[in-house]
C-alpha cells in the first residue's frame, strides 16, 4: 500500500545519504592521514606501466557501461620509486572524476610517457570541459563548480584534493587543462631524481 511504498522511499532514502556521509568520512580520515604523513609508510620501486594497465583493466566494464570509449598510449616498463598503494589511490581518483564527467558516447585518453626525466600521465575525457576560474580551485577542499552535479554524482570536492596531497608529497605537480564544450585533461608531472630523495626500501 501507499503506507509501505512511502516508508520504503525514506529508507531508500536515509541508505543513500548514510552511504554518502560514510564516503565523506573515509575521505577526510584519508586526507587527514595524507597530510600527517602517517599513511605514507611503503616507499618502493614499481613498475607505473603495469599498475596503470591493471587499473585500466579493473576500470573496463564501468567504463564500457557508461557508453565511453576508452583509447590509451601507454609507454611500457616505466619505473619510479614511490608510496604505490597511494599513487594507484591518485590515478583511480582521477580516472573516476573522468569517468563522471565524460559526455554520453564520449571517450577518455589516457596517455603515460617520459620525457627527459620526467614521467607524465595524463587522463583526458571529452565533455562539457571547465572554465578557467575553476581550474586552479578543483584542487581545494570541497570546491564544487556546479552543485546539481555534484548531488548527482554524490562526489564532495575531497577526491582531487586528496589527489595532490599525494602528487605534492611524491614532489611532483598535477593540473588540469580544458578546452570549453570539449574536453578536459588532468596531468600529473612526477620527476624521476626527486622520488630519488623519498625514504623507505628500494
Known sequence: NENIRSQMKWLDYINDQSDRMSKLIDEMLTLAKVDDMKEIVEIERFNLSNLLNNILLTCEAYIFENNINLHSDIKEEIFIKGDKENLKKTIIIILDNAI????KNGSIFVNLKEEKNKVKLEIKNTG?????????KIFERFYRI????????????????????????HKGRIYAESNLGKDTTFIIELNKEKLESLGGKG
Open 100 to 103: 563522471k564527467y565524460t559526455n
Open 128 to 136: 562539457e570541459g571547465i572554465k578557467k576560474e575553476h581550474l586552479e
Open 146 to 169: 556546479d552543485e546539481s552535479r555534484v548531488r548527482e554524482s554524490g562526489g564532495y570536492g575531497l577526491g582531487l584534493s586528496i589527489a595532490k596531497s599525494i602528487v605534492d608529497y
